[in-house]
């Protein structure tokens, strides 16, 4: 486990949005069109994108703030609310004309039957980007690492993602940040950015296919995008690292894996948790797998504790004791 010897001071910026499911049953099909029909039992709502990150973080222990721009809206009120039921320090700036993001599932026994979204994905304003950094500059001591989270809604705009990483590495604040797209140059000079295998094979151009080009691809990251390390997801395979120019594959959690959705969110909160305790990136990425792991075995956008991580680490030590002995008796 990580060492923790405080609660840390983190900021998340990003794309906030409340994911929103109605789950039922579907018995039957409708006479009007050819579809199912869903009889809604329950009707759950949380916080989604940034928001999923801000929980995993608060659920950890963390003391969180978040910056970001939402709309005029409904939405905008549920969101600030939930927000505040989470204790999070909140700087939102409401933008004219912006529909906050909100994503509505329809579930039928656990499968996803439909989604629609209601949301806008242009640019922030340039009047709203010059508001939020000025409450960085204002803030910025404040904060063991900032996190941004990515989900292509227009609050990462590559002027403003540029200043905030070039702000925090002048204040010696890591940021770590979750892409979105194929555009990472508005990523460069942050100090770590967590791309999945395919994320990462089409913004270095390098097809991973043995450890030798996976090693590669790290370097390439790590070197393109001026990062301090460089790590790759690999799905139920683990997690790649780059650590002194070599290649070390950390192996993700062998249990049940349920649902992935969230997941990401997951993997950047306790990422940034650990890092904002001072532990190194291999300790780090550890202490994700195991978060990862517990979420992985829950329904839609879940958080982990720091319990239950404790439990799946004393599973995990007691099999791996177990197969030791089993391997001396043999």
């Given at each position: 486990?990580?060492?923790?010897?405080?609660?840390?001071?983190?900021?998340?910026?990003?794309?906030?949005?409340?994911?929103?499911?109605?789950?039922?049953?579907?018995?039957?099909?409708s006479?009007?069109?050819?579809?199912?029909?869903?009889?809604?039992?329950?009707?759950?709502?949380?916080?989604?994108?940034?928001?999923?990150?801000?929980?995993?973080?608060?659920?950890?222990?963390?003391?969180?703030?978040?910056?970001?721009?939402?709309?005029?809206?409904?939405t905008?009120?549920?969101?600030?609310?939930?927000?505040?039921?989470?204790?999070?320090?909140?700087?939102?700036?409401?933008?004219?004309?912006?529909?906050?993001?909100?994503?509505?599932?329809?579930?039928?026994?656990?499968?996803?039957?439909?989604?629609?979204?209601?949301?806008?994905?242009?640019?922030?304003?340039?009047?709203?980007?010059k508001?939020?950094?000025?409450?960085?500059?204002?803030?910025?001591?404040?904060?063991?690492?900032?996190l941004?989270?990515d989900?292509?809604?227009?609050?990462?705009?590559?002027?403003?993602?540029?200043?905030?990483?070039?702000?925090?590495?002048?204040?010696?604040?890591?940021?770590?940040?979750?892409?979105?797209?194929?555009?990472?140059?508005?990523?460069?000079?942050?100090?770590?950015?967590?791309?999945?295998?395919?994320?990462?094979?089409?913004?270095?151009?390098?097809?991973?296919?043995?450890?030798?080009?996976?090693?590669?691809?790290?370097?390439?990251?790590?070197?393109?995008?001026?990062?301090?390390?460089?790590l790759?997801?690999?799905?139920?395979?683990?997690?790649?690292?780059?650590?002194?120019?070599?290649?070390?594959?950390?192996?993700?959690?062998?249990?049940?894996?349920?649902?992935?959705?969230?997941?990401?969110?997951?993997?950047?909160?306790?990422?940034?948790?650990?890092?904002?305790?001072?532990?190194?990136?291999?300790t780090?990425?550890?202490?994700?797998?195991?978060?990862?792991?517990?979420?992985?075995?829950?329904?839609?956008?879940a958080t982990?504790?720091?319990?239950?991580?404790q439990?799946?680490?004393?599973?995990?030590?007691?099999?791996?004791?177990?197969?030791?002995?089993?391997?001396?008796?043999?």
């Open positions: 486990m990580i060492k923790i010897e405080k609660k840390p001071k983190i900021l998340v910026i990003g794309d906030l949005m409340i994911d929103s499911y109605l789950m039922g049953k579907c018995e039957r099909i006479l009007e069109a050819p579809v199912q029909i869903v009889d809604v039992e329950e009707e759950k709502t949380l916080l989604g994108g940034a928001g999923n990150v801000i929980r995993n973080l608060t659920s950890l222990g963390a003391k969180v703030s978040v910056m970001s721009v939402v709309g005029n809206d409904d905008a009120v549920s969101l600030k609310h939930m927000l505040d039921e989470l204790e999070t320090k909140s700087f939102l700036m409401e933008q004219k004309g912006r529909k906050t993001s909100k994503k509505t599932r329809i579930m039928a026994s656990h499968s996803q039957v439909f989604r629609f979204d209601h949301e806008s994905k242009n640019n922030i304003s340039f009047d709203n980007v508001k939020l950094y000025a409450k960085l500059q204002e803030k910025i001591n404040a904060y063991d690492i900032i941004l989270a989900y292509g809604k227009g609050v990462l705009t590559a002027d403003f993602t540029q200043k905030i990483i070039t702000y925090a590495n002048k204040n010696n604040v890591k940021v770590i940040v979750d892409p979105y797209g194929d555009n990472y140059d508005k990523y460069k000079g942050a100090y770590l950015l967590i791309p999945n295998k395919d994320e990462a094979q089409a913004v270095t151009g390098i097809t991973i296919d043995n450890n030798d080009r996976l090693l590669e691809a790290l370097k390439e990251l790590k070197n393109k995008f001026e990062m301090q390390t460089a790759i997801t690999l799905s139920e395979e683990g997690v790649a690292v780059l650590k002194n120019d070599k290649l070390s594959i950390m192996p993700t959690v062998p249990l049940e894996v349920f649902d992935v959705t969230g997941s990401s969110d997951t993997v950047l909160a306790s990422i940034g948790f650990a890092l904002a305790l001072d532990n190194d990136i291999h780090s990425v550890e202490f994700a797998n195991l978060a990862t792991g517990v979420v992985l075995r829950k329904f839609g956008s982990v504790s720091l319990d239950e991580i439990s799946d680490q004393v599973y995990l030590d007691r099999k791996l004791i177990e197969k030791n002995l089993s391997c001396k008796l043999n």
